[in-house]
């Protein structure tokens, strides 16, 4: 089955006529809005009262997308950055809780840049509340959740936009490996690779007890919906600090593998997959694994055949790394029966599948036809929110990639691969698998509130 060539446009289309209006109303300072109205930057109608949750860390990277809107809010279980992010946002309201937070009445859209396991629970009180979010990655910090959170934002699609912060997608680069891809650069795609070779090896258990939180942290806050566990420092050292964790994250499958995998995952057009394998070090039961290998089989569809999707991490990264020709510490490998493409997130090249093989099969696009850069990346999702609703790295398109993810972290822990019927999101042959697909929160939390 060949790869047929897509429009043009794909994933980031514009019409003619409204790249006309757009570019008449540039001229005097105006926005095209959905309802074909014009307003211009300084109207109130045109800008969105913003809730920023998790204010200070990776949430300064969105400082500058987000200056010309109303932030109206500002949330963090820290004092001391609630005050640090004040000083650019003096007028929004503070907040420790983000409970309370997402019950001030004005917000109409939310930026989530909080520890991971709190990603969902906020995207799902956002989106009852019909609020736009941008959702740091991963989206999700176990299947149920990736299926809740997508299921709540495909109901209300037609009102609310949603981004995942896989910024990185905005590389144009990644257009120019999915149009590869499409027009049949590999001939037959096969199998997808895609690693990360970060190890970090410096924690083998959850931190023990050191003293007590000072008083700027709600430490109660930052536990939020997960299991107890005594406050230590080394905890808030960056996200590195916390995030290989069971129960704040998901390690480096859905730290670096969110913007890796999704490399691998825009060319693909998948969905969900049929089947998830693992294998890796020795499971821990405080400790994602540094090393591991994910295999997952995605059934065909419209214009490519079935195919497999692997992902390694690790040790395991660092070894894939050494079949890719800029030794991308983070790559994917395309493999078809005509050639492979090797990708970074800023470069690609194209590879006989043997020594003096010939890639005379395939001629890329002319650049009148390339995907058209979709600039911004958090600016796209602004925009998004007061036009069309569309956005590259929706909780669709995030939803799916993350449900396979953490699929792969289950089959990983139980050790055997695993038939997935992804309509009902339940193992078939698996109970204890089944298992964990879910999580218990600690009283007081609730996923879909």
């Known amino acids: 089955m060949n790869a047929s060539r897509k429009p043009a446009t794909d994933r980031h289309t514009i019409t003619r006529r409204r790249l006309l209006q757009s570019t008449l109303a540039a001229g005097a300072g105006l926005t095209i809005l959905p309802s074909g109205t014009l307003a211009g930057p300084k109207a109130p109608s045109n800008k969105l009262n913003i809730a920023v949750i998790g204010a200070w860390g990776r949430a300064r990277a969105h400082f500058k997308s987000i200056q010309n809107e109303n932030i109206v809010a500002l949330c963090d279980v820290d004092d001391n950055n609630l005050a640090k992010a004040a000083e650019t946002f003096p007028k929004a309201k503070h907040y420790a809780d983000w409970r309370k937070c997402l019950e001030q009445k004005d917000v109409d859209a939310v930026v989530c840049s909080t520890t991971d396991h709190t990603h969902a629970f906020i ?95 709600h430490y109660d806050l930052w536990i939020g919906p997960a299991q107890m566990h005594p406050y230590n420092p080394d905890y808030f050292k960056g996200c590195l600090g916390w995030n290989m964790f069971w129960d704040f994250g998901s390690g480096q499958i859905g730290d670096m593998g969110s913007h890796t995998i999704d490399l691998a995952w825009y060319p693909i057009d998948a969905t969900l997959p049929t089947s998830a394998e693992a294998f890796g070090q020795e499971f821990n039961p405080d400790i994602t694994p540094v090393d591991m290998t994910a295999t997952f089989e995605h059934p065909a569809n419209d214009w490519r055949g079935p195919i497999k999707v692997t992902w390694y991490q690790g040790a395991h990264g660092a070894a894939r790394r050494e079949m890719d020709p800029f030794k991308n510490g983070h790559g994917a490998l395309f493999v078809g029966d005509k050639a492979m493409l090797a990708a970074g997130f800023t470069n690609h090249k194209l590879l006989p599948l043997k020594e003096g093989g010939s890639l005379d099969h395939y001629t890329p696009r002319p650049e009148s036809e390339q995907i058209p850069p979709m600039g911004g990346f958090q600016e796209q999702w602004v925009n998004a929110c007061k036009g069309d609703l569309k956005c590259a790295c929706d909780f669709k398109y995030s939803g799916d990639v993350i449900e396979m993810q953490l699929l792969g972290l289950v089959a990983y822990r139980v050790g055997k691969k695993l038939e997935y019927d992804h309509k009902a999101g339940r193992v078939t042959n698996c109970d204890e698998a089944n298992e964990l697909l879910s999580r218990k929160y600690r009283d007081g939390w609730v996923l879909d509130g």
């Open 123 to 217: 995207a799902c009180w956002a989106l009852n509340r019909d609020m736009h979010i941008y959702c740091e990655k991963p989206l999700a910090n176990t299947v149920e959740e990736a299926r809740v959170v997508r299921s709540k934002w495909l109901a209300k699609k037609d009102k609310l936009a949603t981004q995942v912060g896989t910024q990185r997608h905005a590389h144009p680069n990644f257009d120019r490996v999915r149009e590869m891809i499409l027009d049949g650069a590999v001939g037959n795609l096969q199998h997808v690779h895609a690693w990360g070779d970060r190890e970090l090896r410096y924690n083998t258990s959850y931190l023990p007890p050191a003293g007590d939180p000072p008083a700027n942290l």
